[in-house]
Every structure is written in C-alpha cells, then in structure tokens.
C-alpha cells in the first residue's frame, strides 16, 4: 500500500500459509459440486454459501471487479463480461483478457467461479456475471482518479456490486464523488480494510461510510497477523489459504497449486480474498431479492455475522464473520428451526411420564409409543416404535408391559396445511425397581429397605458388585469417595415375578464439595 493520496495497491498476500493450527472446518461438507478442488474451498463452507445454492447462484446479478484485471480461466470465461482498461488515464475496451498480476483473477474466481463443470473450484455466486476493470498495472499499483473513473464506469454498466480489493491510506474529493455516485444508484461498494498490520492507519476507500469494509479471519476464525484494525472495519470473511484462479499462463510456486500440479488455481490470502467472499454473498443476495436496496443488503449482512472474538462489534472483526444462511435465513428464505415435544420421565413403572407441547404448533393428536431402542427426536416414528393402547394424553404412567422398553411422546400437527408426526427422544428404560437415591455422602449408613424401591412393593435386597461401599446389617455403607455399583432385587409378589436391576451410585466427600 502507498502512502500517497494518489496511489492505490491490492490486498492479497501471494502466499501459501502452511502454519496454521487444524483448522475447525476440517470436517469435510456435504458434497455440492463436482469440482476437484471444491472439498479445499474452506471458505465456502465457513459461510454456509453451499447451503444458499438451492436458493441463489448469483444469476442475474453484475459484480464489477475493479482491479487488476480477470482470465483467461476455464472456470471464469462464462462468466465473465466485456469490462475496460483504465490504467494512467489511458482506457481500452472491450477488455477482458487483461490481468498481468494474477490478483484480480482470483479474486473473481472466488466471487463467480462456474460451479459443476468438473475443473477447478466453485464460486460463492457461480452463476453471478464479472465485469473485469483493469485499474491496476504489472506492479499491482493503480491511482485514485483511475479508480474513481472505474466506479463511475461499473455503475453505468449496470453493476450491483463493486468489489474493491484494494486501498490506500487517504482519499480525494474524486473518490467521494464517485462513491456517491454509487450509492445514489443502489449499488454496493465492498472494499479490502488492509494488510498492513495492527498498527497501520484507517485505509480507503474502505474506511469511507459508502462502503462496507471487509477484513480476513484464517480457519480458526482468528485474525491474521497482518490485518488491520479499527472502527471502520465492518465485516469479516475468510482470508487465508483461499484457493482460487489464476490464468491460464500463471507462473506460480508449485507449492501453491491447490486444484492439481499443473492447473491454473493457487491459494493466496489477504483482505482481498475476504473482500471477495462477502462480494459473492452480495450477489446471492440481490439475485434472491432484486427489490432490496445496496444499504439494505448491507445492513442484513452485518445484522446477521456470527459475532467473534470480543462480545458485540468490534475494532478486529467488525459485526462478525459473514454467514450466508443466517441472512437468508433471516430474509425469510428458512423455516423456523423445528422443534419436538419434550418428555419428562425417570422411566419407572406407576409413576407418571409428562409430554410437553409448548414450544411446538398446536397439536391435533397425542400418542405415546413403546420402543425396544433409545433414539433422538426425530420426525419419522422408528421401526421399532409401536403405538399403545388408550395412551393419547399427555400424560402416561408406565405399566408391566413397558419393562425394558422406551417410551417416545409424538404428536399430529399441521405444517403449512400438511400433517406431520414429530416425536419426542426416548425416556429412560423403563424399569420396576429403582433406589430413592444416586448420590451417597462418604460415611453414610442407608437401610436397604430406604434405599431400594419397586413397583411390586415387596421385599427388598442388595448386593454389592463393585467400588468403595459395603452391605453391613441390611444397611449400605459408603466408604470412600468414588462410583459404587450395586445389584439390587425385589422378592415376586403378583404380578410381578423376582425383580432385579444394576444400578451405580456415586459416593462423595461433603468435604471436597465445592460451591
């Protein structure tokens, strides 16, 4: 970056970061493309930008590129659209194959890469339209009046967002103007908020109100060493390790290859590579919902980041980390999380098991069943499920035919005018036989026939099986603190034959308890 109010360079770092800790990502998504490189895209699945594809790809929408150019690439040739050359005033067009440096054809590659062609990777908006605008020369420098031009320029070919992965530490009056400009016509400025570490100034045009500034988080969603901060920062998006295109006659470092030895994809990291992410959602935004306004796809945006690092926005991270179904989700796009009954039971025989509905619809049929399985809420009752008889309240009491079994709470209501069961996870096994207690104070004498209940309400024993306790006249005596396993039995009384159950206590020093 230049110190000069004239002077403008982009953000990426050319540079394949290896020292990274296991990034919390690492578990690979749901498949949903069939590019190679798709699975080392980590970004994509940072931000939940896969899950939007069923809703948005970008068609329709315009994102102008304003940098050092974009292609040639085979994953962005359909994409892109005949941009211009503004470079020291001097203006060329139609223009597409112009990117000397490389840098502005990742960073489109990462907004519109095409999606399931087979090669190479996916774009956040892989059906969204690049308009290349080359301000940049071989160095990666460009100039304010360029730039300023080139914004003007994207506006007036029908740009729904500019991406400006780029910066400098002051701004002129002409870069106001075209801003403005740009605001005035709807169309929403992302721009790079620096690499020039912690200690650098507030960089442009990102710490203008008109834009919205982007910095970068690496896998761990922590901030690189060379991202900027403060108050101007907005958002945050993935910035490291980005795998993305180059051209196709790129000589890179082989290390950075990142969609086979010999194709045209390395990885770069930067604000850059972020600014790139948050374009992409922009445009799976306004392709979703064109009637929406620049300010107010921004404001959904930062209304819906997933807040990291210091509670609340912040001068590192901005609102947060950038998350795609979370603003689709809030657009309308998602039904509400679904939500099951509940169950509250101790899984014992006479004694009443509560199903719960509140937080569910209202429901227009109650039923429990018997399970020979433990099992989670689920939506489809399991094969081992079976209704019973006369039990359509909220309330059962489990009986002898329950022993060994699990009990599920399910409910009838309507979705949207269609029926559906949801049913409640498993109570505990239901057993005839139980204790009074689970927890023992170290030196406590309990009399057996306290501890040990059952549904029979015959006579009871116990014996012990494994830890520091003991059975000493009828009574159980804990010694030491630990897990104390014992086997307790009730006598056959009609209808209930002999009764036996292993049950674990645990044992405690009131001494060692901590409040």
Same mark, same amino acid.
């Given at each position: 970056?230049?110190?000069?109010?004239?002077?403008?360079?982009?953000?990426?770092?050319?540079?394949?970061?290896?020292?990274?800790?296991?990034?919390?990502?690492?578990?690979?998504?749901?498949?949903?493309?069939?590019?190679?490189? +798709?699975?080392?895209?980590? &970004?994509?699945?940072? $931000? #939940?930008? @896969?899950?939007?594809?069923?809703?948005? !790809? /970008?068609?329709?929408?315009?994102?102008?590129?304003?940098?050092?150019?974009?292609?040639?690439?085979?994953?962005?040739?359909?994409?892109?659209?005949?941009?211009?050359?503004?470079?020291?005033?001097?203006?060329?067009?139609?223009?597409?194959?112009?990117?000397?440096?490389?840098?502005?054809?990742?960073?489109?590659?990462?907004?519109?890469?095409?999606?399931?062609?087979?090669?190479?990777?996916?774009?956040?908006?892989?059906?969204?339209?690049?308009?290349?605008?080359?301000?940049?020369?071989?160095?990666?420098?460009?100039?304010?009046?360029?730039?300023?031009?080139?914004?003007? +320029?994207?506006?007036?070919? &029908?740009?729904?967002? $500019? #991406?400006? @992965?780029?910066?400098?530490?002051?701004? !002129? /009056?002409?870069?106001?103007?075209?801003?403005?400009?740009?605001?005035?016509?709807?169309?929403?400025?992302?721009?790079?908020?620096?690499?020039?570490?912690?200690?650098?100034?507030?960089?442009?045009?990102?710490?203008?109100?008109?834009?919205?500034?982007?910095?970068?988080?690496?896998?761990?969603?922590?901030?690189?060493?060379?991202?900027?901060?403060?108050?101007?920062?907005?958002?945050?998006?993935?910035?490291?390790?980005?795998?993305?295109?180059?051209?196709?006659?790129?000589?890179?470092?082989?290390?950075?290859?990142?969609?086979?030895?010999?194709?045209?994809?390395?990885?770069?990291?930067?604000?850059?590579?972020?600014?790139?992410?948050?374009?992409?959602?922009?445009?799976?935004?306004?392709?979703?919902?064109?009637?929406?306004?620049?300010?107010?796809?921004?404001?959904?945006?930062?209304?819906?980041?997933?807040?990291?690092?210091?509670?609340?926005?912040?001068?590192?991270?901005?609102?947060?980390?950038?998350?795609?179904?979370?603003?689709?989700?809030?657009?309308?796009?998602?039904?509400?999380?679904?939500?099951?009954?509940?169950?509250?039971?101790?899984?014992?025989?006479?004694?009443?098991?509560?199903?719960?509905?509140?937080?569910?619809?209202?429901?227009?049929?109650?039923?429990?069943?018997?399970?020979?399985?433990?099992?989670?809420?689920?939506?489809?009752?399991?094969?081992?499920?079976?209704?019973?008889?006369?039990?359509?309240?909220?309330?059962?009491?489990?009986?002898?035919?329950?022993?060994?079994?699990?009990?599920?709470?399910?409910?009838?209501?309507?979705?949207?005018?269609?029926?559906?069961?949801?049913?409640?996870?498993?109570?505990?096994?239901?057993?005839?036989?139980?204790?009074?207690?689970?927890?023992?104070?170290?030196?406590?004498?309990?009399?057996?026939?306290?501890?040990?209940?059952?549904?029979?309400?015959?006579?009871?024993?116990?014996?012990?099986?494994?830890?520091?306790?003991?059975?000493?006249?009828?009574?159980?005596?804990?010694?030491?603190?630990?897990?104390?396993?014992?086997?307790?039995?009730?006598?056959?009384?009609?209808?209930?034959?002999?009764?036996?159950?292993?049950?674990?206590?645990?044992?405690?020093?009131?001494?060692?308890?901590?409040?």
């Amino acid at each position: 970056m230049k110190n000069s109010s004239k002077n403008f360079s982009a953000f990426g770092v050319v540079a394949l970061i290896s020292s990274l800790s296991v990034s919390i990502f690492s578990a690979a998504i749901a498949q949903a493309s069939n590019d190679p490189a +798709f699975e080392s895209q980590w &970004g994509i699945s940072a $931000i #939940n930008a @896969s899950e939007i594809w069923t809703l948005s !790809t /970008g068609k329709g929408v315009t994102v102008a590129v304003i940098d050092s150019g974009s292609g040639p690439n085979p994953d962005l040739n359909q994409n892109l659209i005949a941009g211009r050359a503004i470079v020291r005033g001097r203006i060329s067009e139609p223009s597409t194959d112009v990117d000397p440096v490389g840098h502005g054809t990742h960073v489109a590659g990462i907004i519109a890469g095409q999606r399931d062609n087979a090669i190479g990777i996916s774009g956040i908006a892989p059906d969204a339209k690049i308009l290349p605008i080359r301000i940049l020369d071989s160095r990666g420098d460009g100039s304010e009046v360029d730039l300023a031009q080139a914004i003007r +320029f994207a506006v007036d070919q &029908g740009a729904q967002v $500019i #991406n400006l @992965s780029l910066g400098g530490a002051v701004q !002129t /009056g002409g870069l106001q103007i075209a801003l403005e400009y740009a605001a005035e016509n709807e169309v929403l400025v992302v721009a790079a908020a620096g690499n020039g570490g912690p200690s650098a100034g507030t960089t442009y045009p990102a710490g203008n109100d008109l834009a919205i500034a982007v910095t970068a988080v690496d896998q761990t969603l922590n901030a690189p060493s060379f991202n900027q901060r403060g108050a101007y920062i907005d958002i945050s998006a993935p910035g490291i390790n980005i795998c993305s295109t180059v051209r196709l006659d790129a000589i890179v470092d082989i290390s950075r290859r990142c969609a086979g030895a010999n194709e045209p994809y390395v990885t770069m990291s930067g604000t850059s590579m972020a600014t790139a992410h948050v374009s992409g959602v922009a445009a799976l935004i306004f392709a979703a919902r064109p009637d929406f306004s620049a300010l107010q796809v921004r404001e959904v945006m930062i209304a819906t980041a997933k807040d990291i690092g210091a509670a609340g926005r912040d001068e590192v991270f901005g609102a947060g980390l950038i998350d795609a179904y979370a603003i689709f989700k809030a657009l309308g796009f998602f039904p509400e999380q679904v939500v099951f009954p509940t169950v509250s039971s101790l899984g014992r025989v006479g004694q009443e098991s509560i199903g719960g509905t509140v937080q569910i619809p209202e429901s227009e049929r109650l039923q429990w069943y018997r399970c020979l399985s433990p099992g989670d809420a689920t939506l489809v009752i399991p094969l081992d499920c079976v209704a019973i008889s006369r039990a359509q309240k909220n309330v059962y009491a489990p009986t002898r035919k329950d022993i060994g079994t699990f009990l599920r709470f399910g409910t009838l209501i309507s979705v949207g005018g269609t029926p559906q069961m949801r049913f409640s996870s498993t109570t505990p096994k239901v057993s005839a036989i139980w204790t009074t207690i689970s927890t023992l104070e170290v030196g406590t004498k309990t009399p057996i026939k306290d501890l040990v209940v059952s549904a029979s309400k015959s006579k009871t024993s116990a014996r012990v099986v494994s830890g520091p306790c003991k059975i000493v006249r009828q009574s159980l005596i804990a010694d030491t603190s630990g897990t104390c396993k014992i086997r307790i039995f009730a006598e056959p009384k009609t209808p209930y034959s002999g009764l036996a159950q292993t049950v674990v206590l645990e044992i405690v020093d009131k001494n060692e308890v901590t409040n």
